[in-house]
């Protein structure tokens, strides 16, 4: 029998843990501790809709019935059948991806989703490598690390207005690239995708025998260009995809979303069994959330019309405010409410995060530093949340204005 020590130690926690960052929040702990002060912060650094968009009422009443109504029980691990059913008529019918509800599986939100899906597709040997758009969020690239994987960031093409450069795609896949994720509409840049651009990558994916990975979560927040699925292009390339209804149905703290294999071929049974198995042991996403979401899916869609037309005046009036501000220059988002504009540092700031820890500190405004959506092409820029109303913008662009000229 061991000893017990009579000092107590530190409790040590795995280096896994020490990989982990999340830049969107954590800035916030930066401007809580103003708020402790007595300081009021304007935050345009996070991404949660129903702050400023309600949830439609009908799905907060079928929430809200199924409570009253006792379904309150564990769902099957896999989800309920009316509900995968549902997800599956509508990525058939407006992704145009030919999956039936076997095909889908629901995790507590697109969160759960990128975990379940590294954990299928990440060794921890250090060396398997998931190439993610850089820049992407943040999440993408911790899980990478968390499961002792190696994130390998492809260049988004900023010049480009932010479209992803295959050549450095086609560089930079290895004999132990795991999977090409794209992220569109992309959060931070809002590009979306083109078409020309998916059929490239579906070619290299193809070619070298790489699922391809979909974080589809802004599908439908796009302004002129639509949405292209990758499955609706390129028929013979294995995805796997996110979506979910924290941001289209404005149900972010509900935690529901939601996986889908798309895989004529079968290239990914295997994965499936595993990641169905891995479902079983968290036992159930939330059963009332997932009763709300047939609702979300099946009832009426016109509030997603409404809150994109507020959002093509913020996002507009955002870009105006932006590019007006010396040594600020700003893209024009295509799709999300994000906007990521590049900012000339000159000597007054020693990285992106400095700025940002600066202006917060003397303006009392919120951003998310760039480099935190992956520090090779992240830098250099910080991120815009632009979901609040014009009021809220024009005070805050004063605000970053005047601290510019400073
Ligand atoms: N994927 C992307 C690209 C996101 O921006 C977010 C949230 O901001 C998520 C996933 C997480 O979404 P969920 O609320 O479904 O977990």
Redesign the pocket.
Known sequence: MMKPEKTIKTIRSSPRLKSIEYA?RDVVALAQKLESNGKSVTYLSI?DPPKYFPTPRHIKDALIKAVNEDQNYYFDSLGLPELREAIAEKENKINKIPITMDDVLIT???????LFVQSALINANKKDELLIPGP??P??LSFTNFYEGNPVEYRLNEENNWQPDIEDIRQKITENTRGILL?SP??PTGVIYSEKQLKAIADLAGEYQIPVIA?D??DRYTYDKKFISLASVAKDVPVIG?N????TYLM?GW???YLYYYDPEHYLDELREDIGRLARIRLCASSPAQVAGVAALRGPQDHIKKVMQQLRERRDYTCKRLNEIENIECKVPEG?FYAFPKIDLGDRWKDDKEFIIDLLNTKQVLFVYGSGFGPKYGSGHFRVVYLAPIPILEQAFDKLADFMKH
Do not use: H, Q
């Not at 507590?108 to 990128?114: D, F, K, M, Q």
């Not at 979910?244 to 941001?247: A, E, L, V």
């Open positions: 969107i991404g507590e939100g697109v969160s759960e989703g990128i992407s969020y999440p993408w992220l992309n959060n974080d979560i802004y996110l979910g209804f924290s941001k972010t935690r529901l979303g999300a």
